[in-house]
Antibody, heavy 119, light 108 residues
Framework: QVQLVQSGAEVKKPGASVKVSCKAS????????ISWVRQAPGQGLEWMGW????????NYAQKLQGRVTMTTDTSTSTAYMELRSLRSDDTAVYYC????????????WGQGTLVTVSS | QSALTQPRSVSGSPGQSVTISCTGT?????????VSWYQQHPGKAPKLMIY???KRPSGVPDRFSGSKSGNTASLTISGLQAEDEADYYC????????FGTGTKVTVL
């Protein structure tokens, strides 16, 4: 079955960077994009951007431009999301999901990765 | 881009129907037939319930239906069941993507 498995929880200090991975299985990785969505504690969903696993094209949310980079490794069917210059309000659960590039829906989703930014 | 507007909460008794609205603008909901809906139980990842306004993925019960009129999309849950108690989010394509504010569905 189609599955996305994310890396484990992270604790970072303000100003640091974090890189979250998302390993896909059960489908042809390069046939779909991967999107990243985050959810701050007790808050709603926020779309961060997508990357095409076919050609590496990206589309980032305007508010994160310059701080976020999404990449893929097609040899391992893994997508990565790096967020730099972390602030306390970046504390959230970060989800990857199949879709967003070429398809206008997100399915399935990874299990989520909690990133805590604290001094 | 501002979040789409959803009611904070809706409730209904088992067997009843509830409808969740999702209001945007002509730049998102009204401009594209690309509204999707996600169900999220506490501590779990979201799950796709409706895409392209009214299409159901395989495995989603036909109790869930979607529609759109102008700048407002709607998700209707008919024959409400206990397991439908969850948070629901709409999402619209708009060049980028924008999610709704989220609605908590309570089964009384």
């Amino acid at each position: 079955q189609v599955q996305l498995v994310q890396s484990g929880a992270e604790v970072k200090k303000p100003g640091a960077s974090v890189k979250v991975s998302c390993k896909a299985s059960g489908y042809t990785f390069t046939s779909y994009g991967i999107s990243w969505v985050r959810q701050a504690p007790g808050q709603g969903l926020e779309w961060m951007g997508w990357i095409s696993a076919y050609n590496g094209n990206t589309n980032y949310a305007q508010k994160l431009q310059g701080r976020v980079t999404m990449t893929t490794d097609t040899s391992t069917s893994t997508a990565y999301m790096e967020l730099r210059s972390l602030r306390s309000d970046d504390t959230a659960v970060y989800y990857c999901a199949r879709g967003g590039s070429g398809t206008v829906w997100f399915d399935p989703w990874g299990q989520g990765t909690l990133v805590t930014v604290s001094s | 881009q501002s979040a789409l507007t959803q009611p904070r909460s809706v409730s209904g008794s088992p067997g009843q129907s509830v409808t969740i609205s999702c209001t945007g603008t002509s730049s998102d909901v009204g401009g594209y037939n690309y509204v999707s809906w996600y169900q999220q139980h506490p501590g779990k990842a979201p799950k796709l319930m409706i895409y392209d306004v009214s299409k159901r993925p395989s495995g989603v019960p036909d109790r869930f239906s979607g529609s759109k009129s102008g700048n407002t999309a709607s998700l209707t849950i008919s024959g409400l069941q206990a397991e439908d108690e969850a948070d629901y989010y709409c999402c619209s394509y708009a060049g980028s993507y924008v999610f709704g504010t989220g609605t908590k569905v309570t089964v009384l």
